[in-house]
């Protein structure tokens, strides 16, 4: 892209139009992938335990990838990145539908998508967005570009169950498939990388580490960045189980796939209120509070939801309150490492937290469906996501969130 492109008022905020389109469809995808277990449940006569293993592989190496392709894209480009985990992420969604055996199934839904979902998501947009506005807008402008996931999720959710319901899982995976590709054309205004010399497309920094080595050893070192990552385990292990095993779950109690289906959507639509406001108030107040509030919040909401008749105004009413609280950690974590450390680096250091954030989900998924199992209910899932949260909710309080440097704006590089 040519430097009076990248020198235009306008071209922040096209990246942050194509970063949130980006995050819709990655993030649409994603979370409704659970709806198919029911039916291949059924199909296969697999086990839940298999998918939710397959399920925990894929995040786990969404996790992994993570940190990779924010280092892929701070070193050479992030457009390349966000093209190349598409691929991945394609090919792992069509295979996904084809899949006839368990070890074909975490090959594909697992660790194809888990890549896929990982080179093209939180990391590597936020940090490119984080690039092209200033520290005093910063919070806002990726609390809306998370919305777009949110976006993605309200849209498909219910396109993905009427898409299983006319196609079947096979040919609904194909559909899916191809809707994934809408990533390339937006990769391409999402250029930018970190760079070591003066004239960056980045925010430079006074003093700041001159190196990948060097800017994961100053964070590593920070006691603030370690707990940000054990809330984000917590983070990880609360949407694994919901977006793995609600489908599953209102199975149980006795209803309609399109309870489950609606649920995700409304996680979907209240999480544009939730992470909108998030960024709003990041931009405000200390975004460590904020995060004590959702985590608490979360725990809350789900030892009510535990206690109460499990019918489909239940089941919305919990999915509405969890979508507020979905992805309004994001806006909020990915701003304290970016206002900690400055955002040069931000693309890996953030990876680095979204591969705890991801251990947490590989639990979360493998848990639910092993408990399952092993007792024919979730309810000790449930017990342990309110313990988790009640944790997160106090380990963000003592995070020093104070920068370790002032930034300062210079001049774009094409």
């Known amino acids: 892209m040519s430097p009076s492109i990248k020198a235009a008022k306008w071209f922040p905020w096209l990246v942050l139009l194509c970063g949130g389109l980006v995050l819709a469809v990655n993030l649409g995808i994603r979370p409704s992938l659970g709806l198919f277990i029911p039916d291949m449940l059924t199909a296969t006569g697999w086990t839940a335990s298999i998918f939710g293993l397959a399920f925990a592989i894929q995040n786990l190496l969404w996790g992994l990838a993570a940190p990779v392709a924010g280092a892929l894209a701070d070193r050479f480009g992030t457009t390349r990145t966000l093209v190349g985990g598409t691929v991945f992420y394609a090919l792992g969604l069509y295979l996904m539908g084809q899949a006839s055996s368990p070890i074909a199934l975490y090959a594909t839904a697992g660790l194809l998508i888990g890549i896929g979902v990982g080179a093209s998501s939180f990391a590597v947009v936020l940090a490119a967005i984080s690039r092209v506005f200033p520290p005093e807008r910063r919070s806002f402008v990726l609390g809306l570009a998370s919305a777009g996931g949110s976006v993605g999720q309200f849209v498909m959710a219910p396109t993905t169950q009427a898409l299983n319901s006319g196609l079947g899982y096979a040919g609904a995976l194909a559909m899916i498939a191809l809707i994934s590709l809408l990533i390339m054309p937006a990769a391409f205004a999402l250029t930018g990388r970190a760079d070591h010399t003066p004239g960056s497309a980045t925010a430079a920094t006074d003093l700041g580490p001159s190196s990948l080595i060097d800017a994961f050893h100053e964070a590593r070192k920070h006691r603030g960045f370690l707990l940000l990552n054990a809330g ?183």
């Open 232 to 414: 984000f385990f917590v983070c990880g292990f609360h949407i694994a189980v919901i977006a793995t095993h609600l489908p599953t779950f209102t199975q149980l109690c006795g209803l309609p796939p399109s309870v489950a289906a609606n649920g995700l959507a409304l996680i979907g639509l209240f999480n544009i209120v939730g992470t909108l406001a998030s960024g709003w108030f990041g931009g405000r107040w200390r975004k460590k509070w904020g995060l004590s509030l959702i985590y608490g919040t979360r725990a809350l909401v789900i030892f009510v939801f535990l206690l109460a008749p499990k019918t489909a105004d239940s089941i919305w009413l919990f999915s509405a309150l969890m979508g507020a609280l979905w992805l309004s950690t994001v806006p909020l974590t990915s701003g304290i490492v970016a206002q900690v450390f400055g955002p040069r680096y931000m693309a890996t250091l953030f990876g680095l937290v979204m591969l705890s954030h991801q251990i947490g989900a590989f639990f979360g998924a493998w848990l639910g469906g092993v408990l399952y199992d092993m007792t024919g209910s979730f309810d000790a899932v449930w017990i342990i996501s309110i313990a988790l949260g009640i944790f997160a909710a106090l380990i963000h309080i003592p995070i020093n969130d104070t920068a370790l440097r002032t930034e300062h704006r210079i001049a774009s590089k094409a």
